[in-house]
């Protein structure tokens, strides 16, 4: 009988709504609710809301207290209701007093629900353990004492193979172990037996079940079509994993109901609400929406009237002491104002962390290539680490031996009273240990990076031609500005972190290195801009850089706030000196970022000296109970394209991804497609994850990080039989405030309006509203909001800025976020 329920199709739409969260090792930020992206911001928020439950906005209390609190502008508030109402005493009564439902739950879930209501039981319960087991015993990375039989196979011949040669099974019944058997055995077939003949219902029981378990269901979906993403890649799909729930389920019916049950569908009414049928409007929402425009316009209107301002640089040297380039990273915001603070004649710039180069990593003794570039892009180079290979510090008592029957018990007798000691003595006295995951081991600092071309290595060019370095090193240079006056010493920065027991670890590395340090980047740019053959021909393109100037690649460890300088390249004396200088500086200006970092933490008091605060700091980056290393991105707000002196002198408290642009470098925007085209969904991403799991801690963020175990090495559940939680734990977003992110462009807004237009995925973004723009007339320090296509001029209703002369005392003051500030430069 032809049926009109296509199980292909519904699976291939499902994946899309999934969520997309890649497995720890390869850890990057992304919207959460791309699968929404096709809409406007608030009509896809309220669309998740209605469909799968999600929680989209601040509670309507929250909104409420932050505008009593002066956190809301009045002002703001009202232009708001005007823009978008047009009667704005109305909609503010609405705002401020109205009564809503605080219950509004997802249709996802509702017809499932049946189970529990008809027949008391909850399916989810004696389905999930068992699923959860399998299928982590299956994707295992190397927790697991013993690998998953049959390994090479797909999940479903390896589940098949085992089930017939088995004397064991894993079903309660004959049955559901035949149908198993059965190679033709369909999706189809067996929801014709658990819900019945109401093929309508098909795709909505299917969705129901998956949003179950959303993260084990998003990471089956990743692996099948990112299997690289597992080192120890596996063969399964999606569908596998819902013919084989669907078996468990059929098989838990049968074992506890004795097959007297009947097909949910036989109990379904009218009352569920398919899925995708349209949504009705929601004052509610509307409220919430424009609550939500009000709490992120009065920063924005803050921030756009500080970077109007005229900032007077009473100090304007006529050399470079050293110019220094940085990630885009909000994190490197401070550090930069700090290092500018302390040496007024030096320049700092900030581009993404990948350094405009993009290859495969292998390092010494590695036995797999690891990707250093943005995550969309597959690269077609390889660099390799050349040198004596060194042996990684272990741990003894952390060995499989420990977990035999004999060697176990003689472990636990000696080493296990030696590790009760030793974690007591840690628990008091944190230090670096083999089990500390550090940015500073990705490459030995001692070892080489060979950068020119050497021969072809399974698919993959070991090394690059000069020509291809001089294209590298020229899109890096005019992309940020930096093409005369290069001072004597330039240095390249990475970033990396460290900490120990996180295993959310790759998100606090590097973005643009695909979740890992920047180290190798940064010394492969500066090795092929200190050639001689790839300046002759940047001469060529324009950009003169001296004999004299001579790049050094360098990390900066944004959790213990640490710097180390790859500086074997400077071989003059004189070089030499100005190098130790710069390291001191450096180290200060370090002093000065823990400080500024530290109000965040409750054990740290601010106002201690800077040295000893970083000494801190430091602790905290190894202590085994600290579940708060670093706050990553939390409170990331702004992104900002222009030059330094745009931003310089403003303070915004380490909320800002600051990428270095000089339109009159790039009249015609064609290196600021290229830093839109990034900047969007790499700041838009890192942000609107910030967002949702600050909104939603529990289905769109992963909850408390601390009963959170590590399964298989490729994600984290809340125990051993609890659900992959996908995005980010409360410790890296209790302090966050949900706002979206605001890229402020120097540049005429004609030139970014034709930029943005030339891709679709880019021009996404900002029609749809996910991110805000603004262009800033590098002329006329004029403001255009885009809007619904096109630029519109922006008044800030702000009226002054605050200027303040001492910032530590500042710092001291709060744990909170600060307004905007002008720094007093004199």
Same mark, same amino acid.
């Given at each position: 009988?032809?049926?009109?329920?296509?199980?292909?199709?519904?699976?291939?739409?499902?994946?899309?709504?999934?969520?997309?969260?890649?497995?720890?090792?390869?850890?990057?930020?992304?919207?959460?609710?791309?699968?929404?992206?096709?809409?406007?911001?608030?009509?896809?928020?309220?669309?998740?809301?209605?469909?799968?439950?999600?929680?989209?906005?601040?509670?309507?209390?929250?909104?409420?207290?932050?505008?009593?609190?002066?956190?809301?502008?009045?002002?703001?508030?009202?232009?708001?209701?005007?823009?978008?109402?047009?009667?704005?005493?109305?909609?503010?009564?609405?705002?401020?007093?109205?009564?809503?439902?605080?219950?509004?739950?997802?249709?996802?879930?509702?017809?499932?629900?049946?189970?529990?209501?008809?027949?008391?039981?909850?399916?989810?319960?004696?389905?999930?353990?068992?699923?959860?087991?399998?299928?982590?015993?299956?994707?295992?990375?190397?927790?697991?004492?013993?690998?998953?039989?049959?390994?090479?196979?797909?999940?479903?011949?390896?589940?098949?193979?085992?089930?017939?040669?088995?004397?064991?099974?894993?079903?309660?019944?004959?049955?559901?172990?035949?149908?198993?058997?059965?190679?033709?055995?369909?999706?189809?077939?067996?929801?014709?037996?658990?819900?019945?003949?109401?093929?309508? #219902?098909?795709?909505?029981?299917?969705?129901?079940?998956?949003?179950?378990?959303?993260?084990?269901?998003?990471?089956?979906?990743?692996?099948?079509?990112?299997?690289?993403? #597992?080192?120890?890649?596996?063969?399964?799909?999606?569908?596998?994993?819902?013919?084989?729930?669907?078996?468990?389920?059929?098989?838990?019916?049968?074992?506890?109901?004795?097959?007297?049950?009947?097909?949910?569908?036989?109990?379904?009414?009218?009352?569920?609400?398919?899925?995708?049928?349209?949504?009705?409007?929601?004052?509610?929402?509307?409220?919430?929406?424009?609550?939500?425009?009000?709490?992120?316009?009065?920063?924005?209107?803050?921030?756009?009237?500080?970077?109007?301002?005229?900032?007077?640089?009473?100090?304007?040297?006529?050399?470079?002491?050293?110019?220094?380039?940085?990630?885009?990273?909000?994190?490197?915001?401070?550090?930069?104002?700090?290092?500018?603070?302390?040496?007024?004649?030096?320049?700092?710039?900030?581009?993404?962390?990948?350094?405009?180069?993009?290859?495969?990593?292998?390092?010494?003794?590695?036995?797999?290539?690891?990707?250093?570039?943005?995550?969309?892009?597959?690269?077609?180079?390889?660099?390799?680490?050349?040198?004596?290979?060194?042996?990684?510090?272990?741990?003894?008592?952390?060995?499989?031996?420990?977990?035999?029957?004999?060697?176990?018990? #003689?472990?636990?007798?000696?080493?296990?009273?030696?590790?009760?000691?030793?974690?007591?003595?840690?628990?008091?006295?944190?230090?670096?240990?083999?089990?500390?995951?550090?940015?500073?081991?990705?490459?030995?600092?001692?070892?080489?990076?060979?950068?020119?071309?050497?021969?072809?290595?399974?698919? @993959?060019?070991?090394?690059?031609?000069?020509?291809?370095?001089?294209?590298?090193?020229?899109? @890096? @240079?005019?992309?940020?500005?930096?093409?005369?006056?290069?001072?004597?010493?330039?240095?390249?920065?990475?970033?990396?972190?460290?900490?120990?027991?996180?295993?959310?670890?790759?998100?606090?590395?590097?973005?643009?290195?695909?979740?890992?340090?920047?180290?190798?980047?940064?010394?492969?740019?500066?090795?092929?801009?200190?050639?001689?053959?790839?300046?002759?021909?940047?001469?060529?393109?324009?950009?003169?850089?001296?004999?004299?100037?001579?790049?050094?690649?360098?990390?900066?460890?944004?959790?213990?706030?640490?710097?180390?300088?790859?500086?074997?390249?400077?071989?003059?004396?004189?070089?030499?000196?100005?190098?130790?200088?710069?390291?001191?500086?450096?180290?200060?200006?370090?002093?000065?970022?823990?400080?500024?970092?530290?109000?965040?933490?409750?054990?740290?008091?601010?106002?201690?000296?800077?040295?000893?605060?970083?000494?801190?700091?430091?602790?905290?980056?190894?202590?085994?109970?600290?579940?708060?290393?670093?706050?990553?991105?939390?409170?990331?707000?702004?992104?900002?394209?222009?030059?330094?002196?745009?931003?310089?002198?403003?303070?915004?408290?380490?909320?800002?991804?600051?990428?270095?642009?000089?339109?009159?470098?790039?009249?015609?925007?064609?290196?600021?497609?290229?830093? =839109?085209?990034?900047?969007?969904?790499?700041?838009?991403?890192?942000?609107?994850?910030?967002?949702?799991?600050?909104?939603?801690?529990?289905?769109?963020?992963?909850?408390?990080? #601390?009963?959170?175990?590590?399964?298989?090495?490729?994600?984290?559940?809340?125990?051993?039989?609890?659900?992959?939680?996908?995005?980010?734990?409360?410790?890296?977003?209790?302090?966050?405030?949900?706002?979206? =992110?605001?890229?402020?462009?120097?540049?005429?807004?004609?030139?970014?309006?034709?930029?943005?237009?030339?891709?679709?995925?880019?021009?996404?973004?900002?029609?749809?509203?996910?991110?805000?723009?603004?262009?800033?007339?590098?002329?006329?320090?004029?403001?255009?909001?885009?809007?619904?296509?096109?630029?519109?001029?922006?008044?800030?209703?702000?009226?002054?800025?605050?200027?303040?002369?001492?910032?530590?005392?500042?710092?001291?003051?709060?744990?909170?976020?600060?307004?905007?500030?002008?720094?007093?430069?004199?």
């Amino acid at each position: 009988m032809p049926t009109s329920f296509d199980e292909h199709q519904v699976i291939h739409e499902l994946k899309h709504f999934l969520p997309a969260q890649a497995p720890l090792m390869d850890f990057v930020h992304h919207n959460t609710l791309h699968a929404f992206q096709n809409l406007a911001f608030h009509e896809a928020l309220a669309t998740a809301h209605v469909k799968l439950g999600y929680q989209v906005y601040f509670p309507l209390e929250n909104f409420r207290s932050m505008y009593q609190e002066g956190r809301i502008s009045d002002d703001v508030l009202e232009r708001v209701l005007v823009q978008k109402k047009g009667n704005a005493e109305a909609w503010k009564g609405k705002l401020l007093f109205g009564e809503y439902p605080t219950v509004e739950p997802g249709r996802v879930g509702a017809l499932r629900g049946i189970w529990k209501s008809t027949y008391g039981i909850d399916l989810d319960s004696l389905v999930h353990p068992t699923l959860f087991r399998i299928i982590g015993s299956f994707l295992d990375q190397g927790i697991s004492i013993w690998n998953f039989p049959l390994n090479g196979k797909s999940f479903l011949e390896a589940i098949r193979t085992l089930e017939s040669t088995s004397f064991a099974s894993m079903f309660y019944r004959k049955e559901t172990k035949k149908l198993l058997l059965n190679p033709e055995l369909s999706i189809t077939d067996l929801l014709k037996k658990v819900v019945g003949d109401k093929e309508e #219902l098909y795709e909505q029981y299917l969705y129901d079940q998956q949003f179950s378990h959303q993260g084990w269901s998003g990471m089956v979906s990743t692996v099948e079509d990112l299997p690289q993403t #597992l080192l120890d890649t596996r063969l399964i799909k999606l569908e596998d994993l819902i013919l084989f729930e669907l078996l468990l389920e059929f098989d838990a019916l049968n074992y506890k109901l004795d097959q007297s049950w009947s097909p949910i569908g036989h109990f379904a009414t009218e009352k569920i609400i398919p899925l995708h049928d349209p949504i009705a409007y929601s004052e509610k929402l509307d409220v919430l929406s424009l609550w939500q425009e009000a709490f992120e316009w009065t920063y924005y209107d803050q921030v756009l009237k500080g970077l109007q301002m005229e900032k007077v640089d009473s100090i304007q040297p006529h050399a470079k002491s050293f110019q220094a380039m940085f990630c885009i990273d909000d994190r490197e915001c401070s550090f930069r104002r700090h290092l500018e603070e302390l040496d007024p004649a030096c320049d700092t710039y900030g581009t993404p962390g990948f350094f405009s180069v993009e290859f495969f990593y292998q390092p010494v003794g590695g036995k797999f290539y690891t990707k250093l570039c943005p995550a969309p892009v597959t690269p077609y180079y390889l660099i390799k680490e050349e040198g004596s290979e060194k042996k990684l510090g272990t741990d003894l008592h952390f060995s499989k031996h420990s977990h035999n029957f004999y060697t176990g018990w #003689l472990f636990s007798q000696t080493l296990g009273f030696w590790s009760a000691a030793k974690l007591f003595v840690n628990l008091f006295k944190p230090s670096m240990s083999p089990a500390t995951a550090s940015s500073l081991k990705h490459v030995d600092k001692f070892s080489t990076i060979r950068v020119d071309y050497q021969a072809m290595e399974n698919g @993959l060019q070991v090394g690059f031609h000069i020509e291809e370095m001089a294209v590298r090193v020229e899109s @890096l @240079l005019k992309s940020i500005g930096l093409v005369d006056n290069f001072a004597p010493i330039v240095y390249v920065i990475g970033h990396g972190a460290s900490s120990v027991n996180n295993p959310h670890y790759a998100a606090y590395d590097c973005g643009a290195c695909s979740g890992r340090a920047g180290s190798v980047n940064a010394r492969v740019i500066s090795q092929m801009a200190n050639k001689p053959e790839v300046r002759a021909i940047l001469r060529e393109k324009g950009i003169h850089i001296p004999e004299t100037t001579v790049f050094v690649g360098g990390l900066r460890d944004t959790t213990r706030d640490d710097v180390v300088f790859y500086d074997e390249q400077i071989t003059y004396a004189d070089y030499k000196i100005k190098h130790a200088d710069h390291v001191k500086l450096f180290e200060k200006a370090l002093d000065s970022n823990a400080k500024e970092r530290s109000r965040r933490f409750e054990s740290i008091n601010t106002s201690a000296k800077a040295s000893d605060i970083h000494e801190k700091i430091r602790t905290r980056s190894v202590s085994i109970f600290e579940p708060r290393p670093e706050l990553n991105h939390a409170t990331n707000a702004l992104c900002i394209v222009g030059r330094r002196e745009l931003s310089k002198g403003v303070f915004l408290d380490r909320r800002s991804f600051l990428n270095s642009f000089d339109y009159r470098v790039d009249l015609d925007g064609t290196y600021l497609f290229n830093i =839109l085209k990034a900047a969007a969904p790499v700041c838009g991403g890192i942000n609107l994850e910030y967002y949702f799991s600050r909104v939603d801690g529990e289905k769109l963020g992963a909850g408390t990080k #601390l009963p959170h175990n590590v399964m298989g090495l490729f994600g984290v559940a809340n125990g051993i039989d609890g659900d992959l939680r996908p995005g980010l734990p409360a410790q890296m977003t209790e302090v966050h405030d949900p706002v979206r =992110l605001l890229l402020i462009v120097e540049h005429f807004p004609e030139i970014v309006l034709k930029t943005i237009q030339k891709a679709e995925e880019t021009y996404e973004w900002f029609i749809n509203d996910w991110v805000k723009l603004v262009s800033i007339n590098p002329e006329t320090k004029e403001l255009s909001v885009f809007e619904k296509g096109e630029f519109k001029l922006y008044e800030p209703l702000t009226k002054d800025i605050q200027e303040i002369d001492n910032l530590d005392e500042l710092l001291a003051s709060s744990q909170e976020n600060f307004p905007v500030y002008l720094l007093n430069q004199n």
